[in-house]
């Protein structure tokens, strides 16, 4: 029986690695579609966002109750891995409780301490449940935001059900095992009287104590393979899940946008057409230009894979909408919804590469077919939205690249902007005055 | 000082002429050239330099857009002739130090222009106000006009966000002696006044509500007297925003060069 599982748990672990690693395969080759951008420059500085951005979660503490509230899980997340390790171990080998002939009095002192994070986990994956559906916070309501629609609310309750369920399955287990430890049953005496009850599943052990030896042999089973299942299966749901941001939080905060925040990308692509046009030196005509690419972006492939990465890492948490002017005001721009859209377009192209290969090519694009010019017309160039998200995104810098490929490809501004733009051309302002006029407002001083 | 006192307004090539260089550039920007309003900043910021002797110059006709407004809009191309043509007009003068009212001006010269060869220590009037404040060489009297009086500032976001200059205003303000009252969404947090990349130069897609409206509200709702600006276009928005309220009677918008040149009596 025990070899039978360890065959089982074995194929188990060997199922999820393999979607697990042909999910990450195609992830870094959906982000590997944009653009080169150098982000290796200040490594010191980088590695100090990420510890303070993802792994303390700095920025999550401008709101603290909530911020404590994610930092509950997110410690959970971390701490009880640790404990999966020896869960998967135990799996592998037929053991039990591995660790704790080694570890001797520390032993329970480690579980209980997960037990009660699990325990925090819970509590905190119900008060987040009642944020949505009770107390109905607006920028997750559907209603208020169309981006809100029925896969980022599923995805959203799915994932807090399933860690509700995951450690009542954790200390359920712990409870049994407890139990079948004390009555000497089997292998689980083994431990008896080194490794006693446990904090918080103490109190779930009179729930299970009328049940007979195999009635508790087959609850400790379940409970076993339900939570360990469910951590494997949550590892490879997540790939598809908002919660992708547990891991790439880091990598995309350590890649964070080091510019002032109101300092737009240089384009030196057009410097040099300008320079020519200007007659500076400086440029070389002979130079053959710089490759014909495309002015902006119209798709994600002329995004760079920073913003492809952004893209990946959105917690969906809608603190930038919330402050975004333009939405706050009914705009149909939504920043959330930007890099939501950026993400699906990603999905989309990966599910085509999956379908009929590499060539895939559905003719659409991010601009027009998930991104309208209305949307990000609206934006006020703010920066709100950078500014507020935890995971340092820059919706900002996607919709500046759309805006680019609308004015310079398709010379589709609104009416007014190509006044202003004229304006500048002609008059050296925006304004349709005379440039001659510029000083007359010194008039009235030098009298 | 007495009221009728000229004040000089010496241009780069005047001091070019005169084999001079000035301490710093005086950067006006269209907006402080053009609009009626903010030309009266232009004006009380150019008093406050003469009023503490600080040797500066402007463009003048020399002067032209950054081409913020073109390069946030999307237009790549034009914004880079403008900052091509500027930055050839600056080195021409081997301008260092550059001080503007503008912020997004102050941005765009500050961390644009480096990128495209210029290279110019930049700073708001803000900041360049703090500066003179904390060196002595303003001092302003309490109990002045200002005593008793709610001012309430209203971050823009070129400078806050942006650049991270959220306490300079309010230390200038501070000095006055007024009551200083923050809006519930401030510094880092402050809301657009829905000016900001390009929309000024064009209607707002259809919404709910016109954002310089929501912004104002939320400034009314301190109970200021005075609204403080330090950005041309927040000037207007918020000035469009305290009408449509009906409350320009009782609620003023003023640049923080107007307030130190108010409690100057310039
Ligand atoms: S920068 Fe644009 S998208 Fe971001 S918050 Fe401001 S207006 Fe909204
Ligand atoms: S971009 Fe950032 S702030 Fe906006 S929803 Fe995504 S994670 Fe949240």
């Known amino acids: ?447 | 000082m007495t009221a009728d006192t000229t004040y000089k307004v010496p241009t780069m090539a005047e001091m070019a002429a005169n084999g001079e260089e000035p301490e710093v550039l005086f950067w006006v920007g269209c907006a402080g050239s053009f609009d009626d309003r903010y030309k009266k900043v232009t004006v009380a910021f150019v008093k406050i330099l003469n009023q503490v002797g600080v040797k500066f110059a402007v463009l003048g006709t020399e002067e032209s857009c950054t081409g913020d407004p073109a390069r946030r809009a999307g237009n790549e191309f034009l914004f880079q002739m403008q900052a091509v043509g500027n930055i050839q007009v600056l080195n021409g003068y081997g301008v260092k130090k550059i001080v503007t009212a503008c912020p997004h001006c102050f941005n765009t010269l500050k961390n644009e222009y480096p990128e495209l060869g210029g290279q110019y220590e930049v700073i708001h009037h803000s900041q360049f106000l703090q500066q003179l404040i904390d060196a002595g060489k303003i001092t302003l009297k309490g109990g002045g006009t200002f005593k008793g009086r709610r001012i309430t500032f209203h971050d823009s976001c070129y400078l806050g966000r942006a650049n991270k200059v959220y306490e300079a205003p309010r230390e200038v303000l501070q000095t006055l002696d007024a009551d200083l009252v923050e809006m519930k969404r401030c510094r880092t947090k402050g809301l657009c006044c829905g000016a900001g990349g390009a929309q000024y130069f064009k209607e707002p897609e259809p919404g709910r509500k016109d954002i310089n409206v929501e912004r104002t509200e939320e400034a009314l709702a301190t109970g200021a007297d005075t609204i403080a600006v330090a950005c041309p276009f927040c000037m207007t928005m918020m000035t469009d925003g305290v009408k449509n309220k009906d409350r320009e009677d009782s609620v003023k918008v003023y640049d923080l060069a107007e307030l130190v040149a108010q409690a100057y009596s310039l």
């Open chain 1, 1 to 447: 029986m025990v070899f039978f599982e360890q065959i089982l748990f074995v194929l188990a672990l060997a199922a999820a690695g393999w979607f697990l690693t042909r999910r990450i395969g195609l992830i870094r080759r959906a982000i590997l579609l944009g653009r080169p951008e150098d982000r290796s420059d200040h490594p010191g500085e980088r590695l100090n966002i990420m510890l303070r951005v993802a792994f303390g979660q700095k920025k999550m503490m401008t709101k603290p109750l909530v911020g404590l509230m994610h930092f509950v899980i997110y410690l959970g997340f971390i701490i009880i891995n640790i404990e999966v390790l020896e869960i998967i171990l135990d799996g592998i080998f037929g053991t039990h409780r591995l660790f704790a002939p080694y570890l001797g009095g520390v032993y329970p002192f480690i579980i209980n301490t997960f037990e009660i994070l699990a325990l925090g986990v819970l509590l905190v994956c119900v008060g987040f449940l009642a944020r949505r559906y009770v107390a109905k916070v607006a920028r997750f309501q559907p209603e208020r935001h169309r981006e809100m629609g029925r896969w980022p609310r599923t995805d959203a309750t799915l994932i807090l059900v399933f860690e509700i369920l995951l450690m009542t399955a954790f200390l359920t287990w712990n409870a049994s095992d407890s139990l079948l430890r004390e009555r000497g049953f089997g292998h689980y005496g083994e431990l008896r009287g080194t490794v006693g009850s446990f904090v918080v599943s103490r109190f779930i052990e009179p729930l299970l104590s009328g049940l007979g030896d195999p009635g508790l042999v087959a609850v400790e089973r379940f409970t076993w393979w339900f939570h360990i299942l469910g951590i494997l299966g949550f590892a490879v749901y997540l790939t598809y899940s908002k919660h992708l941001h547990i891991g790439l939080a880091f990598p995309n905060t350590y890649y964070s946008d080091l510019r002032p925040k109101g300092q737009i990308k240089n384009m030196p692509e057009i410097t040099k057409e300008v320079q020519l046009a200007l007659g500076i030196p400086g440029a070389d005509p002979t130079e053959p230009p710089a490759e014909p690419g495309r002015f902006g972006a119209k798709d994600v492939r002329d995004l760079s894979w920073k913003n492809l990465m952004d893209a990946y890492s959105c917690t969906e948490c809608g603190r930038c909408t919330a402050a975004c002017p333009a939405n706050l005001t009914g705009k149909k721009l939504s920043p959330r919804k930007i890099m939501m859209d950026t993400r699906d377009r990603l999905e989309d192209l990966q599910r085509g590469w999956q379908k009929t290969g590499p060539d895939f090519d559905d003719g659409k694009s991010l601009l027009g077919d998930y991104i309208t010019a209305e949307e990000i017309n609206a934006c006020t160039t703010c920066q709100a939205c950078v500014q507020e998200c935890p995971v340092n995104i820059n919706p900002l810098d996607i919709i500046q690249q759309l805006r680019r490929y609308r004015i310079m490809e398709e010379a589709q501004a609104p009416g007014s902007w190509n006044a202003m733009f004229s304006n500048i051309e002609n008059n050296m302002a925006p304004w349709k005055f005379s440039p001659s006029d510029r000083f007359n407002w010194a008039d009235q001083l030098k009298q």
